[in-house]
């Protein structure tokens, strides 16, 4: 296939793959697995998230990241590897870096309600005191998004040649995160580090990722051509990419494509920054060996076999959030 180099990333309707008609859902699956092979972002709409859940779960962020310090640390477990709960300024940094980005966040994990036994691997979630209106609109909106990341899914299964419902069971409680985000303001960025950013270039772990307040400006994605190019949604978009799980699993036929947030202009690094990714992870049991249907002689298998949870404890200890 043609390698293109998009100006922006492609937008898709979820309408199309959903309504019924079969030259509209074909349509979506070309242009979506086009766009996962050669950038790894598209911008989705008809996501199922409504304005109101949307501007509900902001209110609610909004107001938590705006309580002190030493208020949101009681929320932070250090023993969970930040994996439910509060995680506090300049902890997590990207693979392979040591400075911290500048960024708190909460993650919100999942929450089994079907007697399914992987109920009990899960940590229960952390609510706030201060807030109990976030525990409705998070596992809301969590909820939401898990169902579109699961036709989102189907889609990139039907391009991959594999069975349309390939990842239903795979994703099926999986162990995916809801992480919204605070890029705090600094009043004097002469005294961060240097070399610090709000996220630092990296690649997301999971399988793919939902994202949610990317209108905001400083999300960039790295092209093939090594040109940074900056993500554009229009505000009732949402972006959907490819995780790292999803390109081991493919061979790289679907991109992971690697992505930052830039630090704004000196006199404008006093302002907040809010995004809220939904991490979609699959059960942990997952094998991510490489697909053979991915594998041929111009396409070697590129990566060693690996479950799901074996990879997101290996990642974890490189990016922070677990101490060995
Ligand atoms: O804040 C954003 O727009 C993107 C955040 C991100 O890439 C991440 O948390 O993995
Ligand atoms: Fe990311």
Redesign the pocket.
Known sequence: MSAKLYDEIPSLDLADFTSGNAEKKAAFVQTLGEAYHNIGFVAIKNHGLTDEMTSRLYDTIKKFFALSDETKQQYEIPELAGQRGYIGKGKEHAKGRKTGDLKEFYHIGQLVTDGDQIGSEYPDNIWPDELPEMEEIGMHVYKTLEATGIKMLQAIALYLGLDEHYFDNKAHNGNSIL?P?HYFPIENPEEVPADAVR?AE?G?INLI?L?M??SADG?QVLRRDNKWIPITALPDQIIVNVGDMLSRHTNNKLKSTI?R?VNPPKEQMKTSRF?I?FFMHPRSDMDLTVLENCIDSDNPKLYDDITAGEFLQQRLAEIGLKKN
Request: charged share 15%.
């Open positions: 992480r985000i996220a990296h997301d990722t994202l307040g990317a999300l992505h947030v995004s990714p």
